[in-house]
């Protein structure tokens, strides 16, 4: 079992950065590949970032390629979604899921465990 809670969300000006972070419990949290979904208002939820459980492989969206990157402290069970050059299109509740297993899968159906999510808003 897998507990998740996402912090980092806010309002913020097109250009800004923010940082999200997803604090993990239980004790699966190193062998998880974790990712990054958001959703925005009307939208289905999307795959943003996937990250493997040693932290050595990840990848992200086109969209948020040379902007957005993920990275994970197993020592302290978080992973985090360093967002950078942000775009009014990347407003949304940003998730955080986990999954046993491989990294690299982008569907949601393929994550096991979610946090309640953190909303994302940009100003333009």
């Known amino acids: 079992q897998v507990q998740l809670v996402e912090s980092g969300g806010g309002l913020v000006q097109a250009g800004g950065s923010l940082r999200l972070s997803c604090a993990a419990s239980?004790?699966?949290?190193?062998?998880?590949?974790m990712g990054w979904f958001r959703q925005a208002p009307g939208k289905e939820r999307e795959f943003v970032a996937t990250?493997?459980?040693?932290?050595?492989?990840?990848n992200r969206v086109t969209s948020v390629k040379g902007r957005f990157t993920i990275s994970r402290d197993n020592a302290k069970n978080t992973v985090y979604l360093q967002m950078n050059n942000l775009k009014p299109e990347d407003t949304g509740v940003y998730y955080c899921?986990?999954?046993?297993?491989?990294?690299?899968?982008?569907?949601?159906?393929?994550?096991?465990?979610w946090g309640q999510g953190t909303q994302v808003t940009v100003s333009s």
């Open positions: 899921a986990a999954r046993i297993g491989s990294s690299g899968a982008v569907a949601p159906s393929q994550y096991t465990y």
């Open positions: 239980g004790r699966t949290f190193s062998s998880s590949a």
């Open positions: 990250i493997s459980s040693s932290g050595l492989l990840s």
